[in-house]
């Protein structure tokens, strides 16, 4: 694991926006075309991006044939559930409450990674833990009532995002010894396979040609969801210390709130303000340099910087 770098901040700003602007698109996609056939059609158009991304930084595409079992657990806890299960929910939640649900992962990853993985959380990353979870909670003040019709659709955001945190604790002990963009491509190329069988199998009936929406949905997720941002993650996931890389991500959210409150016209209350600043402190407390990194870095810059 690495320390906190520029390149980090970087491309974690660049998560942020893509993942958090996405969860209007995903619901203006999933209210055009089929989500499970939606989902397939942009993970075959993004892979190629992803596979044109390795030949042009030199990457190797193998993965020794010993190690495909592990592969496929990784796939199916990081991958899989995930995009199976989420893009079901949203249909029944909006794209601001869904995006809340599904970014209660840093928590649930905190979790297993003190219950199952012997990691230990210092002072500042409990309050950093503790400050998302509130914040969470305030986010979905408004929310409860809505929320009581359609219990399934908040329960399996809640699975999907559980699943999905005990895959990234999985990601950062991986034994597999290839780059984590070779990784990237063959989660997301098994995946989509997997996808395309669901979609056949269950909205074959449904199947229609997508409208200008469903295509600029389409897009967005191909390019900038599956081209970029699971890569992206990943990359995180394996280089950053466990609790700075997952509660890095817990600005999504609130991004996700109120590009969905923009596009949706929904009013804000005091409570999502309050949010966002909570989700600020909780990035801020595993982000910011620790008089120990500060100290490694004074008097070891190379090794700090790795």
């Known amino acids: 694991m690495s320390v906190f770098t520029p390149r980090h901040a970087v491309i974690l700003v660049l998560l942020t926006l893509s993942w958090g602007l996405n969860w209007p698109v995903m619901k203006l996609g999933v209210s055009h075309f089929p989500p499970l056939s939606f989902r397939a059609v942009s993970m075959w158009l993004g892979l190629p991006l992803l596979g044109l991304a390795l030949l042009v930084l030199r990457v190797p595409f193998g993965i020794p044939r010993s190690q495909w079992r592990e592969l496929a657990s990784l796939t199916f806890s990081n991958m899989l559930v995930w995009h199976v299960v989420a893009i079901l929910a949203v249909q029944a939640l909006s794209s601001g409450r869904a995006a809340i649900l599904g970014y209660t992962m840093p928590i649930f990853s905190a979790l297993w990674g003190w219950a199952l993985f012997g990691q230990r959380l210092a002072p500042r990353q409990l309050a950093g833990v503790a400050a998302a979870t509130l914040g969470v909670a305030l986010l979905l003040w408004h929310e409860v009532a809505s929320m009581a019709g359609r219990p399934w659709g908040a329960v399996g955001m809640l699975l999907a995002a559980a699943t999905w945190a005990y895959g990234t604790q999985r990601l950062r002990s991986t034994s597999i010894a290839a780059p984590t963009l070779a990784i990237a491509f063959w989660m997301t190329a098994?995946?989509?396979?997997?996808?395309?069988?669901?979609?056949?199998?269950?909205?074959?009936?449904?199947?229609?040609?997508?409208?200008?929406?469903?295509?600029?949905?389409?897009?967005?997720?191909?390019?900038?969801?599956?081209?970029?941002?699971?890569?992206?993650?990943?990359?995180?996931?394996?280089?950053?210390?466990?609790?700075?890389?997952?509660?890095?991500?817990?600005f999504i959210p609130v991004l996700g709130t109120f590009s969905g409150a923009w596009w949706l016209n929904e009013v804000l209350h005091w409570q999502d303000w309050t949010a966002m600043g909570l989700m600020v402190a909780a990035i801020a407390s595993v982000l910011w340099p620790s008089r120990a990194a500060d100290a490694l870095k004074r008097t070891d810059p190379t090794r700090a910087a790795r």
């Not at 979609?199 to 929406?213: K, M, Y």
């Not at 900038?224 to 817990?250: K, Q």
């Open 190 to 250: 098994a995946t989509s396979v997997l996808m395309t069988v669901l979609a056949t199998a269950f909205e074959r009936e449904r199947w229609h040609a997508p409208d200008a929406q469903a295509w600029f949905a389409v897009g967005y997720n191909a390019v900038l969801i599956f081209g970029f941002a699971h890569a992206a993650w990943f990359f995180l996931a394996r280089t950053l210390p466990p609790v700075a890389s997952t509660l890095s991500v817990m």
